[in-house]
């Protein structure tokens, strides 16, 4: 794959895109979404995973919470990678990912994934350039590995411009319903922004293009919200799911005994 410039790409939503018509198509595209779920689920063949990187206050919660509010909460999990335990790290750095992969019928979410394994560990020095490109095959392996088993996997990189992130981490600062959120290590990072963002540049070249990254503009909430709920429907339709065969149907016996009681025809 080509290299990638991420500072030649916009982080605005395209122009002409009218904020109040996409944010309703956002909310058919959550309906359609819970609906393409339930067939994911009775069916049980495939299973998906969605992974959401970006910087700090990119937006990953708010693209959950628009995008897939109308899943059963039975078909969909969330998973947040923070720093790992200390049991964790006396395995093998994707052992924890691996355990919270998609079973089959199910959405599994990463708010932040895998991938932190070659930025976050990259940019503070915890492991060196020949070490994080080794790992590039581990991640391009692994994701070959769930592939090959049924699960599609989705990867979103949220492209939020820095002024924009100091917007929202001023209003985390004088918001007290989001003052919870922030901390001095959001600061801490954002000063290496230059260093992620190479970071983030050599995933996106690296570990891909069998299972390519979409680069979401993100300085516009609605417009981020939408292109993933969209692009996530699109793959889902694209598995042409359907509905199975119960083990009784209308014209057994037991049936058509239930359709007398109730007096249908």
């Known amino acids: 794959m080509a290299k990638i410039d991420l500072l030649s790409i916009s982080t605005n939503a395209p122009k002409g895109a009218?904020?109040?018509d996409i944010k309703k198509e956002t909310q058919k595209l959550a309906e359609r979404l819970g609906?393409?779920?339930n067939t994911m689920f009775a069916e049980g063949k495939h299973s998906l995973l969605?992974?959401?990187q970006g910087m700090d206050a990119s937006g990953k919660g708010g693209a959950v919470r628009k995008g897939f509010g109308e899943v059963n909460p039975n078909g969909i999990r969330v998973k947040a990678f923070k720093a790992p335990s200390k049991k964790e790290l006396a395995h093998d750095y994707l052992w924890r990912v691996h355990q919270n992969t998609p079973a089959k019928g199910m959405i599994q979410?990463?708010?932040r994934s895998h991938y932190e394994e070659v930025l976050i560990t990259r940019v503070?020095?915890?492991v060196d350039d020949e070490t994080a490109h080794k790992r590039f095959r581990h991640l391009n392996d692994f994701e070959r590995l769930l592939t090959d088993c049924?699960?599609?996997i989705l990867k979103f990189y949220l492209h939020v411009s820095e002024a924009e992130q100091r917007e929202r981490f001023y209003e985390r600062l004088t918001d007290p319903r989001k003052?919870?959120?922030y901390s001095i290590d959001d600061l801490n990072k954002a000063k290496k922004w230059p260093a992620y963002r190479k970071a983030y540049e050599d995933v996106i070249e690296h570990c891909g293009p069998e299972i390519p990254w979409h680069i979401v503009p993100t300085d516009n909430n609605w417009w981020k919200e939408y292109y993933i709920a969209k692009t996530v429907v699109e793959k889902l339709e694209s598995l042409n799911m359907q509905y199975p065969k119960g083990e009784v149907d209308v014209n057994h016996p037991e049936a058509q005994q239930l359709i007398a009681a109730v007096g249908k025809d």
Do not use: A, M
Request: avoid cysteine; charge should be negative.
């Open 18 to 20: 009218d904020k109040k």
């Open 35 to 37: 609906e393409l779920q």
């Open 50 to 52: 969605v992974v959401l």
């Open 109 to 111: 979410i990463f708010d």
């Open 124 to 126: 503070e020095g915890w």
């Open 150 to 152: 049924g699960t599609h």
């Open 179 to 181: 003052n919870w959120k």
